[in-house]
């Protein structure tokens, strides 16, 4: 490629990162919402004065962060505006480096347990009899799983989903599920598999529960801490080299 088709590319990126910054203009003046409608592709071209090709790459950009989500045969809608760009980032530093992952999940369980320890207080106080009996439930169905040999991630997740629910702080929620994502993705590619905690994490899950129950925010904390205490010792002892592949 020669320096002027260099030239001619490095000045589509721009117009298509252009384009992109000006679609999100338009949500934020026309304060649209998720799931409202964009104009159309001709539309966007008139009323930007872009070409069909940039208008297209920027919307493909967009769509990949779900700022915009298009629906092939319908349109292009405002998206969801999760956190799927994030968590595809942090999956692919962790994955990228040969020890990276392991910093990573162990950062990873860092963040979720400081969530859940900074907000003790708030959790006690915003969770109601409704949402301990759900959290029981599925603490008896991780008990359970784990007596038939089944997989208790799932339940795990919703607990901790449903644990965070009553603060109405989005964001925390958000990031808490993006981590959870990231170690899904990433602990299989380490043969990190907990399976073996299965019985400490049911023991800290009701004693997470019970710690709510008699708004014992200290109690509570040291719940969280046995917790995720057996898979910080199994990164540290995988990334100690420690750890024999399954």
Same mark, same amino acid.
């Given at each position: 490629?020669?320096?002027?088709?260099?030239?001619?590319?490095?000045?589509?990126?721009?117009?298509?990162?252009?384009?992109?910054?000006?679609? *999100?203009?338009?949500?934020?003046?026309?304060?649209?919402?998720?799931?409202?409608?964009?104009?159309?592709?001709?539309?966007?071209?008139?009323?930007?004065?872009?070409?069909?090709?940039?208008?297209?790459?920027?919307? *493909?950009?967009?769509?990949?962060?779900?700022?915009?989500?298009?629906?092939?045969?319908?349109?292009?809608?405002?998206?969801?505006?999760?956190?799927?760009?994030?968590?595809?980032?942090?999956?692919?530093?962790?994955?990228?480096?040969?020890?990276?992952?392991?910093?990573?999940?162990?950062?990873?369980?860092?963040?979720?347990?400081?969530?859940?320890?900074?907000?003790?207080?708030?959790?006690?106080?915003?969770?109601?009899?409704?949402?301990?009996?759900?959290?029981?439930?599925?603490?008896?169905?991780?008990?359970?799983?784990?007596?038939?040999?089944?997989?208790?991630?799932?339940?795990? &997740?919703?607990?901790?989903?449903?644990?965070?629910?009553?603060?109405?702080?989005?964001?925390?929620?958000?990031?808490?599920?993006?981590?959870?994502?990231?170690?899904?993705?990433?602990?299989?590619?380490?043969?990190?598999?907990?399976?073996?905690?299965?019985?400490?994490?049911?023991?800290?899950?009701?004693?997470?529960?019970?710690?709510?129950?008699?708004?014992?925010?200290?109690?509570?904390?040291?719940?969280? &801490?046995?917790?995720?205490?057996?898979?910080?010792? &199994?990164?540290?002892?995988? &990334?100690?080299?420690?750890?024999?592949?399954?």
């Amino acid at each position: 490629m020669t320096s002027r088709d260099n030239s001619r590319f490095g000045n589509g990126r721009t117009r298509q990162r252009e384009v992109a910054e000006e679609i *999100k203009d338009h949500i934020l003046a026309n304060r649209l919402r998720p799931g409202d409608p964009l104009p159309t592709e001709s539309e966007l071209c008139a009323a930007l004065g872009a070409s069909r090709s940039s208008v297209r790459e920027a919307v *493909k950009t967009l769509d990949a962060l779900d700022i915009v989500e298009v629906r092939h045969g319908h349109g292009t809608y405002v998206g969801r505006l999760s956190l799927s760009a994030l968590v595809e980032g942090l999956t692919f530093r962790g994955l990228l480096s040969p020890d990276g992952d392991f910093r990573l999940l162990a950062e990873l369980v860092e963040v979720r347990e400081l969530f859940e320890q900074g907000t003790a207080d708030r959790i006690i106080a915003a969770l109601d009899a409704a949402h301990l009996d759900a959290l029981d439930t599925l603490v008896d169905q991780m008990a359970d799983h784990l007596r038939r040999g089944r997989d208790i991630v799932t339940a795990d &997740r919703s607990f901790h989903a449903l644990l965070l629910e009553p603060l109405a702080n989005e964001l925390v929620g958000q990031l808490s599920a993006a981590c959870w994502d990231v170690h899904a993705i990433v602990a299989p590619h380490l043969n990190l598999v907990t399976g073996q905690d299965g019985a400490d994490t049911v023991a800290a899950h009701r004693a997470m529960v019970a710690a709510v129950r008699r708004a014992d925010p200290e109690g509570f904390a040291d719940a969280v &801490r046995a917790h995720y205490a057996p898979v910080r010792r &199994r990164i540290a002892a995988a &990334r100690a080299g420690r750890l024999s592949p399954l």
